[in-house]
T-cell receptor, first 109, second 115 residues
Framework: KNEVEQSPQNLTAQEGEFITINCSYSVGISALHWLQQHPGGGIVSLFM???GKKKHGRLIATINIQEKHSSLHITASHPRDSAVYICAVINFGNEKLTFGTGTRLTIIP | KAGVTQTPRYLIKTRGQQVTLSCSPISGHRSVSWYQQTPGQGLQFLFEYFSETQRNKGNFPGRFSGRQFSNSRSEMNVSTLELGDSALYLC??????????????FGDGTRLSIL
């Protein structure tokens, strides 16, 4: 079993829909990252959080440390949001970054 | 402020050769981490360098090595290349490192193909 699990693996939605991507992890962590990867490979760090909730524009990230679960929400989704979204955790103790397998999001106009 | 720069962007090698990839971090960033991304395994952590010292490493064979220079630029080397080494190699920089709860700034990656 992977230390970091994401769901769904693939998600297709219509423009304007509210999107939720989930991340569950099985190890103790000091922080969790949400990353966005567009075709071509470039990765952008969206959020880094260790508790609570963060918001940036139409993106919201939440984390529940007790339940070992984080969610990434996109409001009023747009075709330019189409990308792979990757959850990554910093293992508490060895400080290594472990990645989920990613969620491929496609927003249809 | 310039971002993280990786060179080259694309590289084709044959089995048994060796390769060196380069990463220039954002000015002022002292930590450089390297990652391998493949369709089968996803993103995996290779190693992290801080102030010219390897501070952390993932579970890769000794064929994978790296170093960091006094200006924080980093190189990674893969020797005796295997077909399975075909991947996108990404580096990321941050001020103090992965364990300091700081954003990682990624380069665009080097796509390595092994024939």
């Amino acid at each position: 079993k992977n230390e970091v699990e994401q769901s769904p693996q693939n998600l297709t939605a219509q423009e304007g829909e509210f999107i939720t991507i989930n991340c569950s992890y099985s190890v103790g962590i000091s922080a969790l990252h949400w990353l966005q990867q567009h075709p071509g490979g470039g990765i952008v760090s969206l959020f880094m959080l260790s508790s609570g909730k963060k918001k940036h524009g139409r993106l919201i990230a939440t984390i529940n440390i007790q339940e070992k679960h984080s969610s990434l929400h996109i409001t009023a989704s747009h075709p330019r949001d189409s990308a792979v979204y990757i959850c990554a955790v910093i293992n508490f103790g060895n400080e290594k970054l472990t990645f989920g397998t990613g969620t491929r999001l496609t927003i249809i106009p | 402020k310039a971002g993280v720069t990786q060179t080259p962007r694309y590289l084709i090698k044959t089995r048994g050769q060796q390769v060196t990839l380069s990463c220039s971090p954002i000015s002022g960033h002292r930590s450089v981490s390297w990652y391998q991304q493949t369709p089968g395994q996803g993103l995996q952590f290779l190693f992290e360098y801080f102030s010219e010292t390897q501070r952390n490493k993932g579970n890769f064979p000794g064929r994978f090595s790296g170093r960091q220079f006094s200006n924080s630029r980093s190189e990674m080397n893969v020797s005796t290349l295997e077909l399975g080494d075909s991947a996108l190699y990404l580096c990321a920089s941050s001020l103090d490192g992965q364990g300091y709860n700081q954003p990682q700034h990624f380069g665009d990656g080097t796509r390595l193909s092994i024939l």
